[in-house]
């Protein structure tokens, strides 16, 4: 399984773009790269997924170097509404996967 | 709404007592999981499927059984609780055929346990 490292915590303020960085330096070739977002007492949803270069959808992008070691996750213009936990979780198609402890974001107005 | 529901969604047991939880899914994803998350932590993986009548085990299975009969359910069994297993479990679903959709796991909204 590949491990997955993030910042603990984040500040920002309303109206920044906001970069969370994961470490998974023994991602497997099959390994896609996605992230959730965690509310209190809710389930995590899921925000993006990507598996080499760049991908941006209406949340977010996602940004994923050539050696696939790393990943970026940015929220462009946050609100206070996007404070939540970030998770950055690598699988594959063998069906088991890692959270890892996610990112803390606060925003601050 | 289709979805992920767990049942219950908050339950008290005593030390020793066993109980069920319940997750069922309407999307005929392939693969379901339970999680745990202790607070101020992440999700840890108990017991995962691929598929109807196959389980296998995540990284802390102990003290947990699970069945999956049916494609669109998913069981996880506490045989005797103990207050170490107080928690709050998810249950989510994963559709290897969606993924190249760009979807990714479902979760339920969880069930929180407490054992005394």
């Known amino acids: 399984l590949a491990k997955t490292t993030q910042p603990i915590s984040m500040d920002s303020y309303e109206g920044q773009e906001v970069n969370i960085t994961c470490s998974h330096n023994?991602?497997?070739?099959?390994?896609?790269i996605t992230w959730y977002q965690q509310f209190p007492s809710q389930g995590p949803r899921f925000i993006i997924q990507?598996?080499?270069t760049k991908v941006t959808n209406e949340v977010a992008s996602l940004f994923i170097p050539a050696d696939r070691k790393s990943s970026t996750l940015s929220l462009p213009r946050v609100s206070l509404s996007d404070t939540a936990v970030y998770y950055c979780?690598?699988?594959?198609?063998?069906?088991?996967?890692?959270f890892g402890d996610g990112t803390t974001l606060t925003v601050k107005p | 709404n289709a979805g992920v529901t767990q049942t219950p969604k908050f339950r008290v047991l005593k030390t020793g007592q066993s109980m069920t939880l319940l997750c069922a899914q309407d999307?005929?994803?392939?693969?379901m999981y339970w999680y745990r998350q202790d607070p101020g932590m992440g999700l840890r993986l108990i017991h995962y499927?691929?598929?109807?009548?196959?389980?296998a085990k995540g990284e802390v299975p102990d003290g947990y059984n699970v069945s999956r009969l049916k494609k669109q359910n998913f069981l996880l069994g506490l045989e005797s609780a103990a207050p170490s297993q107080t928690s709050v479990y998810f249950c989510?679903?994963?559709?290897?055929?969606?993924?190249?959709?760009?979807?990714?796991?479902?979760f339920g909204s969880g069930t929180r346990l407490t054992v005394v």
């Open positions: 979780l690598v699988d594959s198609n063998a069906g088991k996967s890692t």
């Open positions: 499927s691929v598929g109807e009548g196959t389980t």
């Open positions: 023994n991602i497997a070739t099959n390994d896609y």
């Open positions: 989510a679903s994963f559709s290897t055929i969606t993924r190249d959709s760009n979807y990714g796991y479902t």
């Open positions: 999307m005929n994803h392939e693969y």
């Open positions: 990507g598996y080499k």
